[in-house]
């Protein structure tokens, strides 16, 4: 289906972006208390701003460098935002001050926008019914980055507060230097498009893709899909700690089970649900999935019972990849990184706007002055956004179209 070594670079950016905030999240409260001072308590506000940081130069940025590689072609935006990201991570393990972490994290957040350039790069490389098994693929990327983020810069926190970001600076320069020897352009001059500053940004691609036939309610679909399902990496450390008392290690352990679990549904279960049920009735099972899985948790007052259940939870990552499937083909061919920097953004809002919901309901719920002790509210919340997506997408169909 894919040449190998291509697809081989653009699964260890995709990588190398989802373990770049994990692997440093580990030695984040040490190394921000080293360079700024303080206790953990203002760390901790630090480390916020941080992680707000990257994932609004997500929002900003995902459209315009989609925009860049629509214009000038996917193989450079790559190639420049690894190097970039390599020299970041370097200027990060040397930051002495917290306005250096802020300017290595700004930088980052820019870099890490190119999963939406590699996302458009696999739409290229694959024909029409194979798009979604192209997304799946790089989402099953992305679970492992999830997992081994963490893992990897717990154990390389034991030779200091910067050997994390010595380690993903190597891997970003490494990964550079594969995409410079094996990356062929895939922006022809049939499908290059004329750069607009109009479009390069979240509000101007989102109002120009929205007058695509049906396409608004689809992005809409997306969006509340993201909100509902940021519930998980939000409150799941504090709900499993209110409810079952869970240790940081067992937290981590079921992390990395939903991540391996998200994983091989993505890289394994995305094609055979597709070709037995089209791309439409793919993506609303796994949409219901959600929406059960969400209210299992919300109930749920065992925790052995609540980590059995993780792999089937994990089902639900069936329905994403075959809606960025649908959404991909309701594009132009010199589109396609436009649309994957909107979606990229569209998830970064998300990543900003959930926690404050999320967190807030989880406090009105657990607090000691909760009217209704109910920790798993959010949870609730995240299915009524989903039902809300599911009503949305039901709608969506273009006229006279056919199944997909």
Avoid: C, H
Wanted: charged share 10%.
């Amino acid at each position: 289906m894919f040449s190998r070594l291509p697809v081989l670079v653009i699964l260890a950016t995709v990588v190398i972006d989802a373990m770049g905030i994990g692997l440093i999240l580990p030695v984040m409260p040490d190394l921000i208390q080293e360079v700024a001072g303080g206790d953990i308590a203002q760390a901790a506000i630090w480390g916020g701003i941080l992680s707000a940081v990257f994932a609004v130069m997500q929002f900003i940025f995902g459209p315009f460098l989609g925009s860049l590689s629509d214009r000038f072609g996917r193989r450079p935006v790559l190639l420049v935002s690894l190097v970039v990201m390599s020299a970041d991570y370097v200027v990060m393990a040397l930051a002495d001050t917290i306005w250096l972490l802020f300017l290595g994290r700004v930088i980052a957040g820019i870099t890490a926008a190119t999963y939406a350039t590699a996302l458009a790069y696999m739409a290229d490389i694959s024909s029409p019914q194979d798009k979604a098994r192209a997304f799946g693929v790089v989402g099953a990327g992305f679970g492992i980055g999830f997992v081994l983020g963490p893992v990897l810069g717990g154990v390389l926190a034991e030779f200091g507060t910067r050997a994390p970001f010595w380690a993903a600076a190597v891997l970003a320069g490494l990964n550079a230097l594969l995409g410079w020897a094996v990356l062929s352009e895939t922006v022809t001059d049939a499908t290059r498009r004329v750069f607009r500053w109009s479009r390069a940004n979240p509000l101007g691609s989102l109002m120009a893709l929205g007058q695509l036939p049906a396409m608004g309610k689809l992005l809409m679909v997306f969006f509340l899909y993201q909100i509902a399902g940021a519930v998980w990496p939000s409150i799941w450390p504090y709900f499993t700690t209110e409810m079952f008392d869970w240790s940081p290690r067992m937290i981590g352990i079921s992390l990395a089970a939903y991540g391996i679990g998200f994983a091989l549904v993505q890289a394994f279960l995305i094609a055979p649900s597709i070709k037995r049920f089209g791309n439409r009735l793919t993506v609303l099972i796994g949409l219901w999935i959600e929406v059960a899985s969400f209210v299992f948790v919300a109930f749920v007052a065992n925790g052995m019972l609540l980590m059995a259940m993780i792999p089937v939870f994990a089902l639900g990552a069936i329905g994403l990849p075959a809606l960025q499937g649908i959404l991909s083909r309701r594009v132009p061919d010199d589109s396609q990184g436009e649309l994957q920097g909107v979606l990229a953004s569209l998830t970064s809002l998300a990543t900003i706007l959930a926690p404050l919901v999320m967190t807030q309901t989880f406090a009105r719920f657990s607090g000691e002055d909760a009217t209704t002790y109910l920790p798993g509210a959010p949870f609730l919340v995240s299915a009524v956004l989903m039902v809300l997506a599911i009503l949305v997408f039901m709608g969506s169909r273009r006229p006279n179209s056919q199944p997909t």
